[in-house]
């Protein structure tokens, strides 16, 4: 896999899956706005650097982030992504009536969009699509679509509820996985805004629909049992979010990590 593939795959869509979540913590009490930032390194080496945006106001919520490459990938693969949810708070979860995404790396580019009702995905549209799909192509159906969660807020789970372990049953508008997440202990994190323990889970990725089956990528994040990913509490709000993601790499880990987080 190229450095510019894996940049899509590997350290945009698969870490920003695990991560976007972490940066949207607020109070959910009043109006607020909340800015927080990340950045994804690949070996060490600066990958990625994004930022996301806040604003809740009584028992609604909308998540705006921007993801750009950074370092040499900016030189040889310019990437850019843009992402935005809005929904409504429960009680034991957010939930998300309008989830989009879209992205541009090099000359490639898509835009996704998903409506949900409930839990459960009543539209949803991709351009441009795969056509034609291929053989392998493992395809999405009505029942996979039922009682999901978006891949931004889908990462944050209430204090009152079990951080790991737990499944996450993610749609993010082409492909359906569960993320399942496994106790590994505690640990201690630092950073703007946070300094204290955090909730250290395994992480598990398992393909149900809307990818090619067989594909190296795909079976490659399948079989790894050594990614993390690392929960904070929020000081503002009584919820767990990630602030730290590492995911082994046949070239390297890609990490992702909160450099501003409740601050």
Request: hydrophobic share 40%; with cysteine; aromatic share 8%.
């Amino acid at each position: 896999m190229g450095l510019s593939g894996m940049m899509l795959r590997t350290g945009f869509r698969v870490p920003a899956l695990l991560a976007a979540g972490m940066f949207s913590t607020a109070c959910f009490a009043a109006e607020i706005e909340h800015q927080t930032d990340y950045s994804i390194a690949l070996a060490g080496l600066p990958l990625a650097r994004a930022s996301f945006h806040t604003e809740v106001e009584q028992n609604r919520y909308t998540i705006s982030g921007t993801l750009n490459s950074a370092g040499l990938v900016n030189i040889i693969s310019p990437t850019s992504g843009q992402t935005r949810v809005s929904g409504l708070i429960g009680r034991d979860r957010l939930r998300a009536t309008q989830y989009s995404m879209s992205y541009r790396s090099g000359k490639k580019s898509r835009a996704i969009n998903v409506s949900f009702r409930n839990g459960n995905v009543v539209r949803a549209s991709m351009v441009p699509k795969r056509t034609p799909l291929p053989k392998n192509w493992v395809p999405v159906t009505s029942r996979d679509m039922r009682n999901v969660l978006d891949p931004l807020s889908g990462l944050i789970i209430p204090a009152t509820s079990r951080v790991c372990p737990n499944t996450l049953p993610i749609f993010d508008g082409e492909s359906r996985l569960d993320i399942k997440l496994s106790a590994k202990g505690t640990r201690n994190f630092k950073t703007k805004g946070f300094d204290g323990e955090v909730i250290v889970c395994g992480v598990q990725f398992v393909p149900k629909a809307g990818y090619r089956k067989g594909r190296e990528d795909v079976e490659y994040l399948r079989r790894l049992a050594t990614m993390e990913i690392w929960f904070a509490k929020s000081d503002s709000v009584d919820v767990y979010a990630p602030v730290y993601v590492r995911i082994p790499t046949k070239i390297g880990p890609v990490t992702v990590s909160a450099t501003r987080f409740g601050g």
